[in-house]
């Protein structure tokens, strides 16, 4: 899969497409945000090791891939909405891909970068039924309590609040108790046995029974 899908979109489809595009740097710029285990991108790490190339040049890598569906990106706002003065971003590889790369079955892996993958398997969904692709945030406050992903209203309130909990860790942090929203969404997954998991279960909770849980 790996030598007959990831190789063949880098050396062919997208080397093909755009000339200012190198397989070799692109391979390892891929290879470096397989490592990254909660997403968030250090640019100045990202690409160091890396001959002669810039952030600016490393932006334009990361806009081509997440035009070829490699990545998805996801930028951090402030806990009332408002953007930051200077920008993170959560970079989430496909998960197939990710995988593929990582060379493990889910089951080896530990559980931050577990979380990370099922967090990205999210995001491929949410784009697979959607015609257009919907624009999703992370909330980090100066605390570093974060917010998995959020979406906005046209008036820049927020929408939707989705937190996902993995293995045996399925509380509610405070920042996202208290954000104003009317719906925030928990996803806790379980993985007791072996590599399957056990259960789902989302819980609004602005429902009773939600807060209860």
Known sequence: LKENILKDLIDND??????SIKASILNKII???SLLTNGELNKSEMIKGIDRFTQRELDEYLDVMEKARIIKTVEAIRPDGSKMMRPRVKVYLNPHIHIWLLEQKFAELDPKRKGHLIESYWLT????????SKKHYY??????????FVS???DGSFKTLHEFKYSNSHSMNSLFMET????KIVWCLEDKEQNGIKYISIINSNDAEGIKH
């Open 139 to 148: 909330i980090k406050d100066r605390k570093g309590l974060e917010i998995d």
């Open 14 to 19: 997208i080397s093909r497409t755009y000339d």
């Open 31 to 33: 290879h470096k945000i």
């Open 180 to 183: 104003e929203s009317k719906n």
């Open 125 to 132: 969904w949410v784009d697979s039924v959607n015609r257009v």
């Open 152 to 154: 906005l209203n046209a």
